[in-house]
């Protein structure tokens, strides 16, 4: 498989899972599991976009590294703040 059609057929998912997100947000109660679906699907679409869509596959591995982690650590905040807000404090 080309790159070409890798990149479109991973352009494809991401539509699909940021519809599929959407239609979940907007038609589920929101919960524990929603929320773990949607940080995991963000992981996993900025670490797609990181590697095919900005093409920093084979960039030096810091740059790398920390776009990765900026995509790891956006949905581990979000996280963290859907757990908190839900929190008996």
């Known amino acids: 498989m080309s790159h070409k059609q890798v990149v479109a057929v991973l352009w494809i998912v991401l539509v699909i899972l940021t519809l599929g997100g959407s239609l979940l947000g907007e038609t589920t109660e929101p919960g524990y599991v929603l929320m ?52 008996q404090l």
Do not use: C, W
């Not at 095919?52 to 703040?81: C, D, S, V, W």
């Open 36 to 87: 773990l679906l949607i940080t995991l699907t963000m992981a996993f679409k900025g670490r797609m976009v990181v590697d095919h869509f900005m093409e920093l596959k084979n960039a030096h591995p810091l740059i790398r590294r920390l776009m990765q982690g900026y995509f790891y650590i956006l949905p581990l905040a979000t996280a963290t703040t859907y757990l908190l807000s839900n929190a």
